[in-house]
């Protein structure tokens, strides 16, 4: 891979978010990398432009307008500004965030088109589209789905999604079917205009060869050009998106004016900011694109053409991500195998920078990453909390307690060497898009500061020469010191509270990496420092496990088209020994009191007497299938050798045992009258 140019100003784009739904973990498989890319960038002088948007037209947002009977222009609006706000909570800043809607777009688009047409790679061409005779409409795209001619997969009307992938020209696909009726669909003639992709070969082949960013993209590029290209319709028969010159029926296809937005969204950045947009896409200045590996044929083969051919810039770089799976399962919306970002981990209290970590670290960018809520735990326990947590915390702590200043500012050469070379082969692995490859070397310092501190043991040396104690923690704050910054592109928020900690009272954002080489000054005064990371508990995961399982309970009822609240089949557990069911100590218990706790819409905590000296405090997800004071005096059975947890904050010492059939929740009761603690067997 050729290094960044030097001293020319750079532009980072992610793909659109379609705003047809919501963000969900999927989404962020592409942003959150792309942000951490730039501020690595800035940390070693580059100047680094960032910018989205949002993909706004196309026939999914019309279908989607019209079943909740808004306009298409109220649907991206509502949309678009739930991404900018989930964006900016994920700590992922961009530039400049506009709408594929905007003026300057449908402005661009024209300008790019009419180019295009100007220098004859666009014809008009009459064709075959699917029309629906019983709701008297053309079918453009997701309108209609049928078979696709290249693999015998179902198929959408633009794209084999369930088979090769291969993109779909009108009238192509086999067996058509109105996605509004359910109905046959039928073909009739119309002029349409396309992109002569099929002369831009030899320019894709000589260009792909040179293309920077990541090989998965370079290769299936060249393995789609290397075959017949064939020539794409550029228009489409909708009323919603930029009207195609010189026809009011039609607008032109998506995939013209989304990647168009870059550019577009350049422009609203360069006029904020005085600056120029030709730069980029007229000059030499290299642009970077950050893709799903689902979008590569677009912008390594379709866009740059479309560039070349109305003599614009094309990309320096395509940096394509591996898909993301949800618990080992294939990522799929209808099927319930999905997070969205804000309901399901925002407004549970995760930090943002959590999930940032944990999924630029899990595996190598190109690859797939499986969104597990358990091994999410288990990765920021052991090396957010366990390794980097932990190394800031306990030298942070003892140094305050024991000096309450930075002591020297003597650093040992091998330490500072040490730091130079993590710094060195950090910057080397993020320009190369090896993101995995940079945490993991910023986490193996963090584990030399730990075992640093720890073979030292200056517990022992405060007592016993505290000179050498004090040179001791000079350099584990200066270790320190370069952990927050290596750190800052991944976990902004978190390092920005650590910076303080160590007495900096700069902005940490604008700090380069090379001031981790410059000695913090002795005699800083040191705040008493706070534990960055908490420990994500069992029952917290507990919690959002059975969030989880209950959403894919729901889409497999909708599936299967059976009416919610009927109860669902569920495959049986692996079986268990009689040993193992033995060591639950299941018993009778008696509510003495019920209230809601104010933290949560669904729990409750109750006073549970179980024959013991006194009632038991358990936490109960009953708040949505029982009044408090509905269950007062009800007898229950209760597991009471659980290990204890807290939910919201209160401690839970046990846990009820309920039948639960979705909607429809039913506390165990005995049969007859038992007294509070009789055993379950």
């Given at each position: 891979m050729s290094k960044l140019p030097e001293d020319k100003p750079i532009l980072v784009t992610c793909g659109l978010p379609y705003a047809n739904g919501k963000a969900h973990v999927g989404h962020l498989r592409t942003y959150i990398p792309a942000d951490i890319f730039v501020r690595s960038l800035k940390k070693i002088g580059k100047e680094v432009t960032f910018i989205c948007g949002s993909d706004t037209h196309g026939t999914p947002i019309v279908v989607n307008a019209e079943e909740l009977k808004i306009t298409p222009k109220e649907l991206v609006e509502m949309y678009h500004q739930h991404f900018y706000e989930v964006f900016k909570s994920m700590g992922v800043i961009f530039d400049a965030f506009g709408t594929?809607?905007?003026?300057?777009?449908?402005?661009?688009?024209?300008?790019?088109?009419?180019?295009?047409?100007?220098?004859?790679?666009?014809?008009?061409?009459?064709?075959?589209?699917?029309?629906?005779?019983?709701?008297?409409?053309?079918?453009?795209?997701?309108?209609?789905?049928?078979?696709?001619?290249?693999?015998?997969?179902?198929?959408?009307?633009?794209?084999?999604?369930?088979?090769c992938g291969k993109h779909l020209e009108p009238g192509e696909l086999k067996d058509p079917t109105c996605t509004i009726c359910r109905g046959p669909a039928q073909y009739k003639e119309q002029e349409h205009f396309f992109f002569k992709l099929s002369e831009f070969k030899e320019f894709l082949l000589e260009y792909l060869e040179h293309l920077e960013g990541t090989s998965n993209a370079k290769n299936y590029a060249l393995g789609w050009v290397k075959q017949e290209l064939t020539d794409w319709c550029i228009t489409r028969t909708l009323e919603w998106g930029v009207k195609f010159p010189a026809h009011e029926n039609l607008v032109v296809y998506v995939w013209v004016d989304a990647p168009i937005g870059y550019i577009a969204f350049t422009e609203q950045w360069a006029k904020a900011k005085n600056d120029s947009w030709e730069k980029f896409w007229k000059g030499d200045c290299p642009i970077i694109h950050f893709i799903g590996g689902d979008i590569i044929y677009h912008h390594c083969i379709f866009w740059p053409a479309m560039l070349k051919g109305a003599d614009y810039s094309q990309p320096w770089a395509?940096?394509?991500?591996?898909?993301?799976?949800?618990?080992?399962?294939?990522?799929?919306?209808?099927?319930?195998?999905?997070?969205?970002?804000?309901?399901?981990?925002?407004?549970?209290?995760?930090?943002?920078?959590?999930?940032?970590?944990?999924?630029?670290?899990?595996?190598?960018?190109?690859?797939?990453?499986?969104?597990?809520?358990?091994?999410?735990?288990?990765?920021?326990?052991?090396?957010?909390?366990?390794?980097?947590?932990?190394f800031l915390y306990r030298s942070l702590l003892f140094n305050f307690k024991n000096f309450g200043q930075i002591p020297s500012d003597k650093i040992s050469p091998d330490i500072m060497e040490k730091i130079k070379t993590t710094i060195d082969e950090v910057i080397v692995a993020m320009e190369q898009f090896e993101f995995k490859k940079a945490i993991d070397t910023a986490?193996?310092?963090?584990?030399?500061?730990?075992?640093?501190?720890?073979?030292?043991?200056?517990?022992?040396?405060?007592?016993?020469n505290k000179e050498a104690c004090a040179n001791v923690l000079a350099n584990c704050m200066q270790i320190a010191k370069a952990l927050i910054l290596l750190f800052e592109p991944t976990l902004p928020d978190k390092m920005e509270i650590a910076w303080k900690q160590i007495g900096m009272d700069s902005n940490v954002h604008a700090v380069k990496y090379e001031e981790a080489l410059i000695p913090i000054k002795a005699g800083t005064k040191l705040s008493n420092p706070t534990i960055l990371f908490d420990k994500i508990e069992d029952s917290k995961i507990d919690e959002m496990t059975l969030i989880s399982n209950e959403r894919i309970r729901k889409a497999m009822a909708k599936e299967a088209g059976i009416p919610e609240g009927t109860v669902v089949a569920v495959p049986p557990k692996d079986e268990i020994t009689y040993e193992d069911f033995a060591k639950l100590d299941i018993r009778v218990g008696k509510i003495i009191s019920a209230e809601k706790i104010k933290k949560s819409k669904k729990l409750l905590k109750l006073m549970v007497d179980v024959g013991e000296s006194k009632p038991r405090q358990i936490v109960a997800g009953l708040a949505e299938y029982y009044q408090p004071e509905e269950l007062v005096g009800k007898i229950v059975n209760v597991i009471v050798n659980l290990q204890p947890a807290k939910l919201c904050g209160v401690e839970s010492q046990g846990m009820l045992l309920a039948a639960d059939a979705g909607k429809r929740v039913s506390l165990l009761t005995p049969d007859k009258e038992m007294q509070p603690g009789s055993i379950i067997r």
């Open positions: 594929t809607d905007d003026p300057e777009n449908h402005n661009r688009t024209l300008d790019i088109v009419n180019k295009l047409i100007e220098k004859g790679y666009v014809y008009p061409k009459i064709i075959e589209i699917a029309y629906c005779p019983s709701c008297d409409r053309f079918l453009p795209d997701r309108y209609v789905a049928g078979v696709c001619p290249y693999c015998g997969q179902n198929a959408r009307g633009d794209e084999c999604d369930q088979g395509v940096v394509s991500s591996g898909m993301v799976k949800i618990e080992d399962k294939k990522f799929s919306k209808s099927r319930g195998y999905v997070v969205w970002v804000q309901e399901d981990y925002l407004d549970h209290n995760f930090h943002p920078d959590l999930l940032r970590y944990y999924l630029i670290s899990y595996t190598s960018h190109t690859k797939e990453v499986n969104f597990s809520w358990k091994v999410f735990q288990e990765r920021i326990n052991s090396e957010l909390v366990a390794v980097l947590g932990n986490m193996a310092l963090a584990s030399f500061g730990n075992s640093y501190f720890q073979s030292n043991e200056p517990w022992k040396l405060i007592k016993e």
